[in-house]
């Protein structure tokens, strides 16, 4: 069984940065796409960003373009989010996501196949 284990949350002011890692391990399959996702607290669970297994597919939420970048380093098969210009909404747990079957309509939950247990981020004013 794939697992994920997210790390790099925590507390940090309104407008400075976190990069959350997220690393993969396990048999060994094909991983066509990572996504990053964020659940608030009394909120439903909402999509972050997504990347391909090339990179060359990148796509965000409206809310974080702009200040986050997701990235990978498949040699080390883990993926990456660059958060900038953090903002009180952006406090959440956020967690990572993979799947072995989709590279299109990564902002949909139901397209992944392993999940990370989640870091908390907590941005304070």
């Known amino acids: 069984q794939v697992q994920l284990v997210e790390s790099g949350g925590g507390l940090v002011q309104a407008g400075g940065s976190l990069r959350l890692s997220c690393v993969a391990s396990?048999?060994?399959?094909?991983?066509?796409?990572w996504g990053w996702f964020r659940r608030a607290p009394g909120k439903e669970r909402e999509f972050v960003a997504a990347?391909?297994?090339?990179?060359?597919?990148?796509n965000y939420a409206d809310s974080v373009k702009g200040r986050f970048t997701i990235s990978r380093d498949n040699s080390k098969n883990t993926v990456y989010l660059q958060m900038n210009s953090l903002k009180l909404e952006d406090t959440a747990v956020y967690s990572c996501?993979?799947?072995?079957?989709?590279?299109?309509?990564?902002?949909?939950?139901?397209?992944?196949?392993?999940w990370g247990q989640g870091t908390q981020v907590t941005v304070s004013s």
């Open positions: 996501a993979s799947t072995r079957t989709y590279t299109r309509g990564l902002y949909d939950s139901t397209r992944y196949d392993h």
């Open positions: 990347i391909t297994w090339s990179g060359t597919g990148t």
């Open positions: 396990g048999p060994p399959e094909s991983t066509y796409a």
